[in-house]
T-cell receptor
Framework: GDSVTQMEGPVTLSEEAFLTINCTYT??????LFWYVQYPGEGLQLLLK?????DKGSNKGFEATYRKETTSFHLEKGSVQVSDSAVYFC????????????FGQGTTLQVKP | EAEVAQSPRYKITEKSQAVAFWCDPI?????LYWYRQILGQGPELLVQ????????DSQLPKDRFSAERLKGVDSTLKIQPAELGDSAMYLC?????????????FGQGTRLTVV
């Protein structure tokens, strides 16, 4: 079945450091790919998405490129801030076109001043 | 800004008791999802509604869990009887329509602790 694998956390970085969170997936067909973020005490929010191969999603300085050949959707940011501290979830839309999301296990990011 | 409303935010219940969670999706959203998020894991879909109809309940433990969306608007998820392993965050989400490209909007969740 469809699945998503994320790099394990927690990831601890200093402010202004470069961020990469790895995400790989297994899916039948051509899923859409998403990154959701969960700030402390809040619900999940969509950070960015890509709907087809080679698409790049971007938002708030974060980027991720849909790589079909490596089945990856790695999240990157050039310079993290303390306010980026949160849990990040990679997800795919399952086959069947219902909108059902398959999530990775989440990666906790802590940014220190 | 429109939000998905969930209540209660926190619930503590004893094993074998009944518990219910409520969700009010964003107005006009036809699709409603209930996800369960166990600590340290990603959310997993329990049930999906399109209007008042169940689209997917393949992962819903139907011997103890039930869900309804009677008028195609708000929804209730019930557990009876609760078990220790049900302790988790229960997330409700909604989208304008289902579909692989559609953004789902999540509520803040209900954190259930079964003691």
């Amino acid at each position: 079945g469809d699945s998503v694998t994320q790099m394990e956390g927690p990831v601890t970085l200093s402010e202004e450091a470069f961020l990469t969170i790895n995400c790989t997936y297994t899916a039948t067909g051509y899923p859409s790919l998403f990154w959701y973020v969960q700030y402390p005490g809040e619900g999940l929010q969509l950070l960015l998405k890509a709907t087809k191969a080679d698409d790049k999603g971007s938002n708030k300085g974060f980027e991720a490129t849909y790589r079909k050949e490596t089945t990856s959707f790695h999240l990157e940011k050039g310079s993290v801030q303390v306010s980026d501290s949160a849990v990040y979830f990679c997800a795919l839309s399952s086959s069947g076109n219902t909108g059902k999301l398959i999530f990775g296990q989440g990666t906790t990011l802590q940014v220190k001043p | 800004e429109a939000e998905v409303a969930q209540s209660p935010r926190y619930k503590i219940t004893e094993k074998s008791q009944a518990v219910a969670f409520w969700c009010d999706p964003i107005s006009g959203h036809a699709t409603l999802y209930w996800y369960r998020q166990i600590l340290g894991q990603g959310p997993e879909l329990l049930v999906q509604f399109q209007d008042e109809s169940v689209v997917d309940d393949s992962q819903l433990p139907k011997d103890r869990f039930s869900a309804e969306r009677l008028k195609g608007v708000d929804s209730t998820l019930k557990i009876q009887p609760a078990e220790l392993g049900d302790s988790a965050m229960y997330l409700c989400a909604s989208s304008h329509t289902g579909g692989r490209n559609t953004e789902a909007f999540f509520g803040q969740g209900t954190r259930l602790t079964v003691v």
